[in-house]
């Protein structure tokens, strides 16, 4: 294997993948981080877009910080081919995919991201989860 992607998500989700062969993409509303979900907002209204979801796979191998973040009876750890996993999903209509960049917030103050690299930052500190991809999907109005 060229490498991996992991998917810290619960069991409920992998029973749903495996039983329908899909993996599904999340609004950000939903999402308990929410730094991410407000920039995703943003790139969302600015870009005009009707619709954005996305998807994080951390490349970190599973450890015990991720445990502790995600510590439950029902997290599950999925591991993907990273090659596969990727061709399979940037062949998608309307779905972006880049590594995420972590930055301090004073480094993004001073040099300002464009407004397509917001769903790709994230503030230094969750750099420990290694994300190393995050797919978008996009549909326009």
Known sequence: MSGFLNRFTTLPVLIDMLANKRITLISPEKWEDRNDAYY????????????????CFS???ETFHHWKIYASEFWVCIEFDKDKLIDA???????????????????????????????????????????????ILISHK
Do not use: C, Q
């Open 59 to 61: 490349s970190a191998k």
């Open 89 to 135: 999903i940037i062949a998608l209509h309307g779905v972006k995919s880049k590594v995420v960049s972590y930055k301090w917030i004073m480094d993004a103050r001073k040099d300002k991201p464009k407004i397509s690299d917001l769903p790709f930052l994230k503030r230094k500190p969750y750099e420990d989860e290694e994300e190393s991809e995050l797919y």
């Open 40 to 55: 995703i907002e943003v790139f969302k209204n600015k870009m005009k877009y009707n619709t954005v979801l996305g998807i």
